[in-house]
């Protein structure tokens, strides 16, 4: 049989390496039946794909475009790696000549005088193959490296690792394995409704849930004309950049002006910032209910700005319907920032663009404020009322990736 | 809610008139103008007739009119390209204080690649300090660029003595006008300015995003930026955006054509708005230099007590558009140097609001905006 022409950059397949240890029987199978959606989901604007589902392996087939998948299947949760694979058929000989142009394709670019370590790495799901996952190492090896200079075998610490994977009929060979997010795939620990400014840290604190297993939902408070347009727009690139992670999500923009003048006149002006915040809990409560979001979400980190004492998280979560997830709440800035980069928020989040809390900010602003207080202050605003009528303006927008 | 639109030194609405003209173009006689078929050479023929018309508009020759993708080409055709000399990259730029983006931005870019960047100052009036250029200049000026009228204050800068001092005192250099808020405003006349090149966009004055021109006086040695089919006389390559530049020529046509009755109406529309101002109190206006060197389509105000973004959002919820700072970076919060150019500090920069009207901005449009601006001083003067 000839060896085929392959390239390194055009992959025919992509191996897909996914779950953890301690998921088994029923959680398993939801596990897998979210993923394979997913995958779907994300890669349907890339190219048709194939999905072949066995032994813990998922392996998804395209005519083309099949790098790009791999890269765009990087992102999505639940998966631990992905490595882009060509196929042969499952016999010794078509193994290694497939085996040597993708050593050696892979092999090109690095620096002429660099030693490389290298093993051969087999897999054999398929018991009738005449050869032990060792024999295979050992015959593949000692075809394929004679040919190549500066390798040597490292069965350790090997840099190259030549990956097969013998199923019944097929061979998948590979050489890259590229890192996916790991945990778990969306969708199989339900939904949560992110609170969500524009800063650096909501869009982050959604990314760890997503990566967790929650489909998200976000909510974002919007005081036109005191604030425009584009800080609304800012809201909607983040939520498009982080539904990357995710299919479609749900942006429910809250009109938030009538609230904050309210407070502004009827308040002490120290609890301005706790008293809008209650409100949005609030708010996103309600909403987290029509959305069957069964928890809130935020950005929030201990200590870092003046209302995120415990003492004003405190009189904030009791506001709350639901139980308030905070994933960042031990995190330092720089943590945060980093996650950020990686996710591609952190660019949109510096954008200089206002946001509601800036709107009559205190002079003074409560550090460790009081329950009570925040009843006192609110039993004169008419809460019921102005979270009423904010519900009835609230703008619900669907964002798909545009990934 | 009808809008009132006050912010014409951004952009204008296409006009239908120029619609007109450009919509042939979208459509039946589509051609690329180096195609030697009929299509071809009759694309070509109405980018030569809007050549002549844009020419005719500031006095130069057709063939000396670049057609480029808009003002800040333009500028950026006129900084890089004329500040070449051969392989060298040396010698000094002087630029205006108050300097568009497009300009300040290549004078960051040059000053990396070598050369020295010199910044012109305004006097204590607001005016252009002539006396610190002409210490500025000296025989190693390469480029000069002021522009001829203020896309802030809405001044009119004396281009024409500059020029003059740079001839006597900066033989070398060559001498670049912005002239993209003048255009339709002044009488532009590239001999009278004194001047190798002029920058002018479509969109100012009625005409289609997208397309501007960079107007040489003379043959000067102009290093492209973009390199390819040998378009627009190899100086900026690139298949012609036919329907665009077709509006550009209708646009100038027109804004030369109205000129004058547009002036007029600006300066009446504009005493309404500063005599409304006084009565309401409380916001000031910015008027920098001689009152006769005054393009009076451009405003600019400090408004008391909340951000000038705030009263933007406010108005606009009212259906007055206005903006702040210099629209091309009002996204960017950066305090704007050309404010601060003229004496304001960063806390009143950021009081700054632009009023910029055109030539149908209507006497009821200015009273409607002073009844909104009344309502709002009550509302954010004191947040």
Redesign the interface.
Do not use: D, N, R
């Given at each position: 049989m000839n060896p085929k022409s392959v390239s390194v950059a055009t992959p025919e397949m992509v191996l897909i390496r996914y779950g953890e240890l301690a998921l088994k029987g029923k959680n398993r199978s939801s596990f897998e039946n979210s993923l394979l959606r997913n995958i779907r989901e994300a890669t349907q604007h890339i190219a048709k794909i194939r999905i072949e589902r066995r032994r813990g392996r998922i392996a998804v087939f395209a005519d083309q475009r099949v790098m790009e998948i791999a890269e765009r299947l990087q992102d999505i949760p639940g998966i631990k790696s992905v490595s882009p694979a060509w196929r042969c058929d499952a016999e010794p000989e078509a193994i290694v000549a497939l085996a040597r142009t993708i050593v050696r394709d892979a092999l090109r670019s690095r620096p002429a005088d660099e030693i490389t370590s290298f093993r051969v790495e087999s897999r054999r799901s398929e018991k009738r193959f005449p050869m032990t996952s060792s024999e295979l190492d050992r015959f593949v090896a000692d075809r394929v490296l004679p040919e190549i200079k500066n390798i040597r075998i490292d069965l350790k610490n090997a840099k190259e690792r030549l990956g097969i994977e013998v199923r019944s009929e097929r061979a998948y060979i590979f050489m890259r394995r590229l890192p996916g997010p790991g945990g778990l795939p969306v969708g199989t620990m339900g939904r949560a409704m992110c609170l969500i400014s524009g800063g650096i840290d909501s869009p982050v604190a959604a990314y760890l849930a997503m990566k967790r297993g929650c489909h998200v939902s976000f909510v974002t408070y919007h005081s036109?004309?005191?604030?425009?347009e584009?800080s609304k727009k800012k809201v909607i690139d983040l939520v498009r950049r982080l539904s990357r992670f995710q299919a479609k999500s749900r942006l429910f923009v809250v009109p938030f002006t009538e609230i904050q003048t309210t407070i502004r006149d009827k308040a002490p002006e120290p609890y301005r910032t706790v008293l809008y915040r209650r409100f949005m809990q609030r708010l996103a409560s309600k909403l987290a209910e029509r959305d069957r979001c069964k928890a809130l979400l935020t950005g929030e980190s201990l200590g870092q700005v003046a209302s995120q004492t415990m003492e004003n998280m405190t009189c904030i979560e009791a506001a709350a319907e639901l139980p308030v997830l905070r994933p960042l709440v031990t995190y330092d800035k720089e943590d945060a920032i980093k996650l950020a980069h990686k996710i591609g928020t952190y660019d949109v989040s510096v954008?200089?663009e206002?946001d509601c809390c800036t709107v009559?900010m205190p002079s003074k602003p409560i550090i460790f404020g009081k329950v009570e207080a925040c009843e006192a202050a609110e039993a004169k605003l008419g809460v019921d009322d102005l979270v009423r009528k904010a519900l009835m303006g609230t703008e619900r927008i669907i964002i798909e990736s545009n990934a | 809610m009808p809008t009132i639109y006050l912010d014409n030194a951004a952009t204008t609405p296409l006009r239908e008139e120029v619609l007109d003209a450009m919509t042939p173009f979208l459509g039946e006689d589509w051609g690329n103008p180096s195609s030697v078929h009929r299509r071809g050479v009759a694309a070509r023929e109405a980018i030569d007739r809007t050549r002549a018309k844009v020419a005719r508009a500031v006095g130069a020759q057709p063939a000396r009119v670049i057609f480029t993708s808009g003002g800040t080409e333009a500028n950026n055709l006129a900084m890089r390209g004329l500040s070449w000399r051969g392989a060298q990259r040396q010698g000094a730029i002087w630029i205006g204080p108050t300097e568009h983006a497009s300009i300040r931005a290549c004078a960051v870019a040059l000053a990396e690649e070598g050369f020295s960047i010199e910044h012109g100052q305004l006097d204590p009036s607001g005016s252009l300090d002539l006396n610190d250029c002409e210490e500025r200049l000296s025989s190693e000026t390469v480029l000069v660029s002021q522009m001829l009228v203020s896309n802030e204050f809405g001044s009119i800068y004396p281009v024409d003595c500059l020029a003059g001092l740079a001839r006597a005192k900066a033989p070398e250099a060559a001498v670049h006008a912005d002239a993209i808020q003048a255009l339709g405003k002044l009488h532009l006349s590239l001999s009278q300015l004194g001047v190798d090149s002029l920058s002018l966009s479509a969109h100012k004055i009625g005409g289609p995003q997208g397309i501007g021109a960079l107007v040489l006086a003379r043959d000067l040695p102009l290093r492209p930026l973009v390199f390819g089919g040998g378009q627009e006389r190899g100086l900026r390559s690139g298949t012609e955006n036919v329907a665009a530049i077709v509006g550009f020529g209708r646009a100038v046509e027109l804004a030369v054509e109205e000129q004058g009755a547009a002036l007029e109406s600006m300066k009446v529309l504009r005493k309404q708005l500063v005599e409304g101002l006084q009565k309401i109190g409380e916001i000031e206006c910015l008027e920098p230099g001689d009152e006769e060197m005054q393009q009076p389509g451009i405003l600019s105000l400090v408004v008391p007590g909340a951000p000038a973004e705030v009263w933007l959002h406010h108005l606009d919820s009212r259906g007055v558009v206005v903006s702040v700072g210099s629209a091309c970076q009002a996204n960017k919060k950066e305090i704007s140097p050309v404010l601060l150019a003229a004496g304001l500090t960063a806390g009143q920069a950021r009081q700054v609001l632009r009023v910029s009207l055109s030539g149908q901005t209507t006497s009821d449009e200015i009273s409607t905006t002073l009844g909104v601006l009344g309502e709002l001083v009550k509302e954010l003067a004191s947040l």
């Open positions: 036109y004309p005191y604030i425009g584009a954008l200089p206002p009559f | -």
